[in-house]
Structure formats: structure tokens, C-alpha cells
């Protein structure tokens, strides 16, 4: 059976690095924001081209944050891409602002127009998501929000690394917001994200509201949070790192290599855009077929995942949005179709091979 991921591979390719590096925190004897954090942050703001990275306890709270300190709340609303992970949603609406949804361009980003025509007087922000691991149309959509003097939040969870004209996601709206949750290109061995920003206020306000609103101990100067990272995380997270780029190729030439050898005419292909890349979080195919499809693949001993089943519009907990089946009826063509392959650290070339032979042989 060949796993739709493996995760226990990504460890063992840099087994010792991971363990030197989880030891030295270990026998540190200071476990929640200090050196590594600090220095992870420093690599990973250099990494992706930004002035600053502010380290955090997962995706969800760096999107919930990055919305906070822009001063988003009740009342205000942010425009997102209906096709996404629910999570994104979820970012808006935890402040009290309202997520206002969009239909998605092909390559599952916003569409530019879309975003456009969706602009109120309410309107304060608009969080595109990179989904799957493509940079969203950023030419486009980073006009849109000037002309209308929005601000611009990524969702960068599903992007490590990925640009638009050799400038890297999480770089061209105020806040980018990245999850390395262990699933992702940039993964850490539990919850962890970042946030990241050219502003130096903002990055202030991050170190302030992540650590309960206080700057200096005890001085607390709002009601903040907790969603400090903690060493561990950032110590392996600093491993993986520095191996970050040779992943994404490793997952690049897997992609690559189904594109030459998938050819079904009932499956069609994911494309990345011209002057764009994706770090192909996920290699999603869709086919009219699908639930049959992916029965068919599992007989074959080759597992699949589907992102996502279910548009938040549709689920239970956005329900007060008030939307109906039919609302969004490309969102939902997607949900309907969408399968994403094997995508994996170490995957050998007899793995995918076996996919798209069993991908090529559904009829
Ligand atoms: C994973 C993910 C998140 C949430 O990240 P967590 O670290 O799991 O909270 C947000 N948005 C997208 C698109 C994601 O894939």
C-alpha cells in the first residue's frame, strides 16, 4: 500500500540532525522563547525575504493574530476564497469580523474579479490563501487592495517557499501567516506557525499579544494571548529548514513526474501558472468521478486524500453565514472532484510509477 504521506520519512532522512538539535533543548534547560525561537525567526524571516518573523503556537492563531493587529473586529469584512482549508475562515471570524467568500480562480486561489466585484464599504482586508502550495494570482490582487486601500493577508499555510516573480509568498501583503503543522512543507514534530511582516509595529504588537499583551514581564499593556512557540519546535523547525529547499525539489520532481506519466482523459491535471510556483503541497487532480476514483485507487493499494470534501460554506459551523448549496457552484465542482496523490519525502521512483499506472487504468 502505498501512503497518500509519510511523515515518519521526513524524520528519518535527517534522523541524527533532529536528534542533536532536540537534545541540545532538552539539556538546555529553557524551553519557551528564547534562543532558537529567536534564531529560527531571524533564518526564516531571511528565508523568505521578509524584514521580520515573529514565531507562534500554530496557523490558526497566526491568521487570528495578524487580523487582531491590523485592528479587524466587528463589523468589518474580509474578503477570502471560498475554496479553502476551514481553517482560513476561521482566522476572520474568530475576531468577530466577517468572512465574505469568493469564488476561486483554476489554479484554486482567489479570482482577481471576483475579489473585486465582492468590495464594500465594510470591507477591510482581503486574506488570499496559496492553496496547495501555489503562489495566488499576487500581480492582481495586491493592485486590487491599493486601489482600494485594503490591507492583505496570506495564508501561507500550504506555501513555504513558493513566489510570484522570484518574490516568495508571505511577502507581499501586510502580515503573511504560516502553519508548520507537522503535515506541511515546513513542518515541525507538533503545533506550530509564524507570522510575517515588513511593518516594525506590527511585529511589536505580534511579540506583545503573543505573550499575554506584556513586553516586559509583568507590564501587561493589553488583554493578549498565549501563542508563544516553544524551543523544541523552533530548534527542529530550524533542522528542516535548512533542508527546506531540497525538499521542495524532491516534491517538485514527484509532481513533475506525474505530469509526464499520468494521461487519462477522465483526469485532469493541476497547472502552475507563468511566472509562478507552487512547492506542490499537495499534487491535486480532479476527475467527475471521484468518489469511484479514489475506491478504485485504494483497490490498487494506492492511497488518497481529499482536500476539501466539504467548502465552508457548506459546513455546520459557518451555517450563520447564511449560504446554500449552489452559492458558490465552482467551490463546490471542486469539493466534488478533487483528489490529491502520494505526495512524499522519499517517495521512490516504483511508488510513482505505481500511482499513475493505477491513476492511467481507471476507466
Ligand atoms: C494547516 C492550515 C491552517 C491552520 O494551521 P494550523 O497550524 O493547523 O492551525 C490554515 N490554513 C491553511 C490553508 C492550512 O492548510
Same mark, same amino acid.
Given at each position: ?40 525567526? &531571524?533564518?526564516? =524571516? ?13 496557523? /490558526? &492563531? =497566526?491568521? @487570528?493574530? =495578524? ?19 476551514? +481553517? ?8 468577530? +469580523? ?15 474579479? +471576483? ?95 503573543? &505573550? ?19 524551543? /523544541? ?41 507563468? @511566472? ?16 469511484? /476514483?479514489?475506491?478504485?485507487? +485504494? ?19 459557518? =451555517? ?12 463546490? @465542482? ?30
Amino acid at each position: 500500500m502505498i501512503q497518500a504521506n509519510r511523515l515518519d520519512n521526513g524524520f528519518f532522512k535527517y534522523q541524527k540532525e533532529f536528534e542533536d538539535a532536540a537534545l541540545r533543548v532538552l539539556r538546555s534547560g529553557y524551553y519557551v522563547l528564547g534562543k532558537e525561537v529567536e534564531s529560527f525567526e &531571524n533564518e526564516f =524571516a531571511a528565508y523568505i525575504g521578509s524584514k521580520y518573523c515573529v514565531g507562534v503556537d500554530n496557523g /490558526l &492563531n =497566526a491568521l @487570528k493574530l =495578524a487580523f487582531r493587529a491590523l485592528g479587524i473586529g466587528p463589523g468589518d469584512e474580509v474578503i477570502t476564497q471560498a475554496s479553502t482549508y476551514i +481553517a482560513s475562515v476561521m482566522g476572520i471570524s474568530m475576531n468577530g +469580523a466577517t468572512p465574505v467568500l469568493v469564488e476561486p480562480d483554476e489554479y484554486y486561489g482567489p479570482d482577481p474579479k +471576483a475579489v473585486e466585484k465582492a468590495i464594500t464599504e465594510r470591507t477591510k482586508a482581503v486574506l488570499v490563501v496559496h492553496l496547495y502550495g501555489q503562489c495566488c494570482k499576487m500581480d492582481e490582487i495586491t493592485k486590487i487592495c491599493r486601489a482600494h486601500s485594503l490591507k492583505l493577508v496570506e495564508d501561507c499555510a500550504q506555501s513555504h517557499g513558493s513566489d510570484f516573480d522570484n518574490k516568495r509568498t508571505g511577502t507581499f501583503g501586510d502580515v503573511g501567516c504560516f502553519s508548520f503543522y507537522p503535515t506541511k512543507n515546513l513542518g515541525a514534530f507538533g503545533d506550530a506557525g509564524a507570522v510575517t511582516t515588513d511593518d516594525p509595529e506590527l511585529d511589536k504588537k505580534f511579540r506583545v499579544l503573543r &505573550n499575554y499583551g506584556s513586553e516586559k514581564r509583568y507590564h501587561n499593556m493589553v488583554v493578549g494571548e498565549n501563542s508563544r512557540l516553544d524551543e /523544541l519546535q523552533a530548534a527542529l523547525l530550524r533542522v528542516r529548514l535548512s533542508h527546506l529547499d531540497e525538499i521542495n525539489a524532491e516534491r517538485a520532481e514527484i509532481a513533475a513526474a506525474y505530469g509526464r506519466l499520468i494521461d487519462n482523459p477522465l483526469i485532469t491535471l493541476p497547472t502552475v501558472r507563468e @511566472k509562478g510556483s507552487s512547492v506542490w503541497h499537495q499534487y491535486v487532480i480532479r476527475c467527475d468521478r471521484r468518489d469511484e /476514483l479514489k475506491e478504485y485507487l +485504494a483497490e490498487q493499494g494506492v492511497g488518497t486524500i481529499i482536500h476539501y470534501p466539504i467548502p465552508p460554506h457548506l459546513s455546520q459551523a459557518y =451555517a450563520y453565514l447564511g449560504h446554500k448549496k449552489g452559492d458558490f457552484p465552482i467551490t463546490e @465542482k471542486y469539493a466534488d472532484t478533487v483528489l490529491s496523490l502520494p505526495m512524499f519525502t522519499g517517495m521512490t521512483k516504483e511508488e510513482i510509477e505505481k500511482v499513475a499506472e493505477a491513476v492511467n487504468s481507471f476507466r
